[in-house]
C-alpha cells in the first residue's frame, strides 16, 4: 500500500485548514480498506472523506484514511420507486445532479451541501423541510476494529435532529462505505413549504414546479446566503439550531418579541442559531483570518490562514455569548477534532 508521509489535509477539508497527516492512504476500494484497517504496525488510525463537517484544531498523529471510494448504481425497481447505492466517496452535490438527470426525486430540497456521500447519514443532513432520513433505506459500514461490513437500516440509524447512532454510540466505531436511498420515478412529493422556496418559486412564477426547479430555487438561495467553501473556507452551519421548551420560549418571547421560531412538535420550539448569533453583535466580525460570515451569522469562515483554533476561539465566544443573553445552549454541528 502507498502511505505517504506528511501530507497536508488543506484541499481535504472544506475549512481549508492547514494541518498535516503523519501518515496517509487513499483508499478507493472496500478491500483496499479492510487492508488499511488491518495494518497493525499502525494502531492509530484517523477516517476522512468530503471533510465538511470537520474543524481540525492540529496536526494528525496517525495513519489518515482517506475513503475515496466511488460509484453509483440502481439496486431495486418498479414503476413509481427505486434504490439508488452511491459509495461513500460520491460527492453529495453531484449526486443529487446525477439523480435529477435521471429524473429521480425525494432530494432536490439537499441540493448544494457540501461533502460526500458517506458523511451525510452520520448528521442526518437536512435543509429546507426535508432530511436524510426521509428517503434513507440502509447504509454499509466498516467495523474500524474487525473491518467486517455492517448494513444498518433506518431504525438501526436512530436518527434525529443532525444526529445518529454514529454520533453517539457508534461512534469512531464505524466507517459508512455506501448508501441506499429510495428515490421517486414520479409522482414525486414537492416540498415547498418553505418559505425562501415559495418566494423563489412565486419570483420565477413558477406554478407547477419539477424536482429541476425546486433544486434550482434552492442552490440560488443557498449561494445568496452560504459561502462556496472552494472561496471561502467554510463548513456550513456551524451550530445545530436550539430547540427548546415551549414554556422557556415563551418566557424569551417577552423579552424578545420579534424572535423567528419554527413549532417542530407539541411543546417544542426551534430558534434560529443564526438570529440568536446575530443578536449577540457576531455577524462579519472577523479576527484574523477567522470570522462569522457577513451574510449568515451561522457560518464561521476561514478567509485564507485561519488555524482551527482560531475558529475554535470564535466558536467558544459565540456560545458564552448566547448563553449568557438567552440562557440558550448552543451545540457545534461540526466535529471538532481537537
Not at 466498516?142 to 437500516?153: K, Q, R
Not at 453583535?281 to 464561521?300: N, S, Y
Not at 478567509?303 to 475554535?312: H, K, Q, R, T, V
Not at 459565540?318 to 440558550?328: A, L, M, P, Y
Request: with cysteine; glycine share 8%; charged share 25%.
Amino acid at each position: 500500500m502507498n502511505i505517504q508521509e506528511n501530507i497536508s489535509l488543506k484541499n481535504l477539508n472544506t475549512f481549508g485548514i492547514d494541518v498535516k497527516a503523519r501518515l496517509f492512504i487513499e483508499i478507493t476500494s472496500l478491500l483496499g480498506l479492510q487492508k488499511a484497517l488491518g495494518l497493525e504496525a499502525y494502531p492509530k488510525k484517523f477516517i476522512i472523506s468530503g471533510g465538511s463537517n470537520m474543524l481540525l484544531t492540529k496536526d494528525i498523529d496517525a495513519l489518515v484514511l482517506y475513503v475515496n471510494i466511488k460509484g453509483v448504481s440502481v439496486v431495486e425497481e418498479n414503476d413509481e420507486t427505486l434504490v439508488v447505492k452511491a459509495m461513500a466517496g460520491e460527492n453529495w452535490h453531484q449526486f443529487v445532479i446525477w439523480c435529477l438527470e435521471k429524473g429521480y426525486g425525494g432530494i432536490e430540497n439537499l441540493s448544494l451541501i457540501p461533502g460526500n456521500v458517506g458523511t451525510a447519514p452520520i448528521q442526518n443532513i437536512g435543509a429546507y423541510g426535508v432530511e436524510l432520513k426521509d428517503v434513507f433505506v440502509s447504509c454499509n459500514a466498516m467495523e474500524i476494529e474487525t473491518g467486517e461490513l455492517v448494513e444498518f437500516d433506518k431504525e438501526a440509524c436512530q436518527f434525529g435532529y443532525r444526529d445518529s447512532i454514529f454520533k453517539q454510540s457508534a461512534k469512531g466505531r464505524y466507517i459508512i462505505t455506501s448508501v441506499n436511498l429510495r428515490l421517486t420515478k414520479k409522482n414525486h412529493a414537492l416540498n415547498t413549504d418553505y418559505g425562501a422556496i415559495e418566494k423563489e418559486l412565486i419570483h420565477k412564477n413558477i406554478v407547477y414546479p419539477t424536482i429541476q426547479d425546486i433544486s434550482n430555487a434552492v442552490i440560488k438561495i443557498r449561494q445568496s446566503k452560504l459561502p462556496d467553501p472552494k472561496e471561502i473556507g467554510n463548513s456550513g452551519s456551524f451550530f445545530k439550531n436550539p430547540v427548546i421548551s415551549k414554556k422557556n420560549f415563551e418566557k424569551m418571547l417577552k423579552k424578545h418579541p420579534e424572535m423567528p421560531h419554527y413549532e417542530i412538535d407539541e411543546g417544542l420550539i426551534k430558534v434560529p442559531a443564526g438570529w440568536l448569533i446575530e443578536q449577540c453583535g457576531f455577524k462579519g466580525i472577523r479576527v484574523g483570518d477567522a470570522g462569522v460570515h457577513e451574510k449568515q451569522a451561522l457560518v464561521l469562515v476561514n478567509y485564507g490562514n485561519a488555524s482551527g483554533e482560531d475558529i475554535l476561539a470564535i466558536a467558544e465566544k459565540i456560545q458564552t455569548s448566547v448563553k449568557k443573553n438567552f440562557k440558550i445552549d448552543l451545540v457545534p454541528e461540526v466535529n471538532i477534532i481537537r
